[in-house]
């Protein structure tokens, strides 16, 4: 199952990398990562150019951080999306955890299920 991840950026310089590092870190592989870039004046586009060949950038206009997630959600190919904003980092098991547990409840739920 593929997981999109989309992060919303604006004038996140300073945490872009870091952010994007713990999501390249993942023990989950089948994941997309999708950073779009909401009109900075920094240099977080030049941080960005550094990851293209393993991060899809999207650029635009600054219309605001769900805009952003909107325009990712709509980029995206994965059967599950998870959002992480530009300055926040994930451990490397996140989303394997996540999906072991939608697993689990999807096991739990057929098996109620009459």
């Known amino acids: 199952m593929l997981v999109s991840v989309v992060i919303p950026n604006h004038?996140?310089?300073?945490?872009?990398?870091e952010c994007i590092d713990?999501?390249?870190s993942q023990t989950y592989k089948e994941i997309e990562i999708i950073?779009?870039?909401?009109g900075s004046t920094d240099e977080s586009l030049e941080v960005?150019?550094?990851?293209?060949?393993?991060?899809?950038i999207i650029s635009s206009m600054n219309y605001g951080v769900n805009h952003a997630r909107n325009l990712g959600l709509l980029g995206s190919h994965g059967d599950f999306v998870a959002f992480c904003?530009?300055?926040d980092w994930w451990e490397p098991e996140k989303i394997?955890?996540?999906i072991h547990l939608h697993q689990y409840c999807v096991r739990v739920q057929s098996q109620r299920m009459p």
């Open 85 to 87: 904003d530009s300055d």
């Open 11 to 17: 004038n996140g310089e300073k945490y872009i990398a």
């Open 96 to 98: 394997a955890r996540q």
């Open 35 to 38: 950073v779009v870039d909401d």
């Open 22 to 24: 713990s999501v390249l």
């Open 48 to 56: 960005l150019n550094g990851y293209s060949k393993r991060v899809r």
